[in-house]
């Protein structure tokens, strides 16, 4: 048979264990959502499947077993990915600063909306984070069973799991987007910031540490 689907069960169960944790992409959705609500979510999400995409196909092409056999490559991609991350978190502590400023001043009293691009943040987040890489690499090969054709499993594979993923990611874009009126307090607005870039900050150390 060109498809194997007796290890789909199991597939499906293992991507939903894998798609309810937290990371990167939960964070960058969130504070998207809820700081300039559901259209730039929306933008942030379509950023962040562009990339996943890409790294699903090198999976699938066999590109991304070559990148990641050379280990200069992939510790540049991992310093790459760190540091962009480091700056979401710096630009976000940034913000923090000169609302804190500008408020006792007099002149503002709630963070002023993120410029940043969040298609861009998205893409630019994922692309250069080789987790995604790595993770589909060891992951999907992991159930391609007795198919025939081992790349047309991959492909459906991929395809489920980014499916999978990006039902849940609306989820949050839209819950968030629906509740991000009441989250307008400075205070609760304020604390938001300060988790996203303690968390950026505590992923990008671990990224490097990995």
């Known amino acids: 048979m060109p498809l194997d689907l007796t290890p789909l069960p199991a597939f499906l169960l ?3 264990v894998v798609i309810l944790t937290p990371g990167v992409d939960t964070f960058l959705l969130l504070r998207a959502s809820l700081t300039a609500g559901r259209r730039a979510g929306l933008c942030a999400l379509a ?10 196909a090198l999976v699938i092409s066999g590109l991304g ?3 990641t056999s050379q280990p200069a490559v992939l510790s540049t991609l991992k310093w790459i990915g760190a540091a962009y991350l ?7 502590l ?3 600063w000169l609302t804190r400023k500008e408020s006792a001043e007099g002149a ?14 998205g893409l630019l987040s994922n692309l250069t984070n ?3 890489l790595l993770f589909s690499l060891a992951f999907l090969p992991q159930f391609v069973g007795t198919a025939a054709r081992p790349a047309l499993q991959l492909v459906l ?8 993923a990006a039902l849940w990611e609306l989820t949050i874009v839209l819950g968030a987007a629906r509740i991000a009126d009441r989250l307008q307090h400075p205070r609760v607005a304020k604390s938001l910031d300060v988790i996203s870039a303690s968390a950026l900050l505590t992923i990008s150390v671990g990224l490097v540490a990995s």
């Open 14 to 16: 293992a991507s939903t």
């Open 47 to 56: 950023g962040i499947h562009t990339a996943s995409i890409v790294q699903v």
């Open 65 to 67: 077993a070559l990148i």
């Open 86 to 92: 480091g700056y979401l978190a710096a630009t976000i």
């Open 94 to 96: 940034r913000g923090l």
């Open 108 to 121: 503002l009293t709630t963070p002023s909306a993120d410029p940043a691009n969040p298609y861009l943040r």
């Open 130 to 132: 080789p987790k995604m």
């Open 157 to 164: 594979l991929g395809a489920v799991f980014l499916v999978l």
